[in-house]
């Protein structure tokens, strides 16, 4: 009863009544935006995010989206160098950026006499960063050392990437974000002049702005700043990734101090029928005190030290399953995955307790609303369904998850967790040096 008192306590707070819409508007170049008033406290977030990521990449540049993130913030024509690193500390702000698969989003939430300073930077950066040889090669060091950090000085990061290669033979969601070292090493500032020009338009971007603000006020400063940037044909040419017809296997080798496993399972993209209930599934398997996996194969079988994972969905191609999982000494790698398994088996044959999928249900939905507690966090996610018209999707998934069946979750089971959308990696432990905290010297975005 206390957990049920909890929860209705929860959704009675961030209820959607609680907020206040985000109103959109638009500019005759292409631009979308959206303004939220919201005075509790203040500050002020503003997020852009454009719609280019890994994905647009091809073999050559791999990487290259990530690199013009990291360029953003070395300086453009009316701004100098670390401009908004500088502004957020006087102003008590905090401001980032990231690269995905399929966007590039960057955000600061800053106090409200600040905003539009914040405002006009990002409108410089749209059209007139600073592109010079000097600031990219001592960049281009920086993200190659974040390659080495992220990646190949860590197995985790490692079989992370080769899960990937494996999986996808022809999309470019067959490489991360952060792309090839040899890559990194080897493009040009021409290729990034191009890949900047191509893809950095107001009619491939949105604006998400949300605080203490005035809307009016809000709307003159978005038009003040971003209506003379000039518009253009988007054109992002990208080879889907053929049907899989068959399991895939891959062994790896990294210093390590255990085993480690890596299942992915080829799922639709984020607009597919299924992707609430593959929410839902995460949760069960691996995200509450309850979950499936962590109880039967770590508490009870003692047969993996750990294991996580979940639905990591895509939009342009298809997205994957994932399973992450430490083995346990004396365990083989067959017997860990066959375990595994028989946690998927359990899901597609409807061998769970119907507690179980509520407890999930529950779960998902206070995720759904506390991840609305910072303008960050709220803004992020509105920018991203937003981006690629899923917001009905975002702001009725409380509801759309609430509906899902027993039956619903079994026919998701069954439509993804067959051999010929698997694939698997394992990661066979060598003697070297472990490193835990990899040093990696630059910024970190």
């Known amino acids: 009863m206390r957990k049920v008192i909890i929860f209705l306590f929860v959704l009675c707070l961030f209820s959607p ?7 959109s508007f638009s500019l005759k170049n292409g631009l979308k935006y959206y303004i939220e008033e919201d005075h509790r406290l203040g500050i002020v977030n ?28 070395r300086g453009s024509k009316h701004f100098k160098d670390g401009y908004l690193d500088k502004l957020s500390e006087e102003f008590g702000g905090v401001n980032n950026a990231q690269t995905s698969f399929d966007y590039t989003m960057y955000f600061i939430t800053i106090k409200k006499s600040a905003y539009k ?35 190949d000085n860590s197995a985790s990061g490692f079989l992370y990437y080769s899960l990937h290669n494996l999986a996808y033979l022809a999309s470019a969601y067959r490489w991360t974000p952060i792309g090839y070292a040899y890559d990194i090493k080897h493009y040009d500032l021409g290729d990034l002049r191009r890949f900047y020009k191509k893809y950095y338009l107001p009619n491939n971007a949105i604006i998400v702005i949300s605080g203490d603000i005035d809307t009016d006020s809000a709307k003159k400063a978005v038009e003040k700043y971003f209506s003379n940037k000039k518009p253009a044909d988007i054109e992002c040419r990208i080879t889907k990734e053929p049907q899989q017809i068959g399991r895939r296997i891959m062994y790896i080798k990294k210093p390590s101090s255990m085993k480690k496993l890596a299942m992915g399972f080829k799922i639709d993209n984020a607009k597919s029928r299924f992707t609430p209930e593959l929410d839902l599934i995460s949760y069960m398997l691996f ?20 294991i996580s994972g979940g639905n990591e969905e895509r939009i342009h191609d298809k997205g994957l399953f994932e399973i992450f999982a430490d083995i346990n000494k004396n365990i083989s790698f067959n017997r860990a995955r066959d375990a595994i398994e028989n946690e998927l088996n359990k899901i597609k044959s409807g061998d769970f307790n119907i507690d179980t999928l509520n407890a999930a249900k529950s779960k998902a939905i206070s995720d759904y609303y506390f991840s609305q507690e910072t303008l960050s966090e709220k803004n992020s996610s509105f920018a991203f369904y937003a981006a690629f018209d899923m917001r009905k999707y975002y702001e009725n998934y409380p509801s759309i ?28 432990p060598q003697k070297g040096k472990i490193v835990s905290n990899a040093q990696y010297k630059g910024g970190i975005r």
């Open 17 to 23: 009544s609680a907020f206040a819409s985000y109103r």
């Open 46 to 73: 503003i997020t852009v995010l454009y719609r280019v990521g890994s994905y647009c990449e091809y073999n050559s540049i791999t990487g290259i989206a990530h690199m013009l993130e990291h360029m953003n913030f």
């Open 117 to 151: 300073k914040a405002l006009a930077a990002y409108a410089d950066m749209m059209s007139n960063l600073d592109l010079n040889d000097k600031r990219f090669q001592k960049e281009r060091n920086v993200v190659y050392q974040e390659r080495l950090w992220r990646i």
């Open 287 to 306: 995200y509450m005190k309850s979950s499936m996996a962590d109880k039967d194969l770590i508490r009870d079988k003692h047969i993996l030290s750990s």
């Open 401 to 428: 998850i609430k509906k899902i069946t027993k039956r619903d979750i079994m026919a998701a089971a069954n439509k993804y967790f067959v051999k010929d959308r698997e694939s698997d990696c394992f990661l066979i």
